[in-house]
């Protein structure tokens, strides 16, 4: 019996230690984390040309309402996006005297059907913990281009 009462109060203690501990790790990803100011996120030129998507995952750490740290564990292959994820959430204001952590995740999306001309992204912003941009790919615009096609041609 005495067993079991130690049993349940160890019990107890690491479910309060291991909720304080994912609560400290993600302190400010909770509705009352307020982002106060965001810029709108951009879908990379080079991305948008190289046919790059995919989620990126950033650890962001704030203190005085600003971002103060980022890092990301998304594959390298990805950096162009990681990149453009990275420099968005550094432009995030939350209450001055907003402090902690939160995870947040960019999805980069390319539509199947492409664009004559480049066009604005749709966006989805739910802060702090998900963006989404889905843009179309920009069709090439040279119509002759191929194998050979810089070889030069006699002028008629």
Request: aromatic fraction near 8%; glycine fraction near 6%; charge should be neutral.
């Amino acid at each position: 019996m005495r067993n079991r009462k130690r049993w349940i109060v160890f019990a107890t203690l690491a479910s309060i230690a291991n909720f304080a501990g994912a609560h400290a790790q993600d302190s400010l990803a909770r509705p009352s984390a307020v982002v106060v100011h965001a810029e709108v996120p951009q879908y990379p030129v080079l991305a948008l040309a190289g046919r790059l998507s995919g989620s990126v995952h950033l650890h962001v750490a704030v203190a005085g309402g600003e971002v103060v740290k980022t890092e990301s564990d998304s594959p390298s292959q990805l950096q162009i996006l990681i990149n453009a994820a990275t420099e968005n959430v550094k432009t995030w204001r939350f209450a001055h005297d907003a402090t902690g952590t939160f995870d947040v995740t960019y999805a980069f999306e390319l539509r199947k059907d492409e664009a004559v001309v480049p066009e604005n992204p749709h966006i989805e912003m739910e802060l702090p913990s998900f963006v989404k941009l889905v843009a179309r790919p920009v069709r090439p615009t040279c119509q002759d281009c191929g194998p050979g096609s810089f070889i030069s041609k006699p002028i008629k």
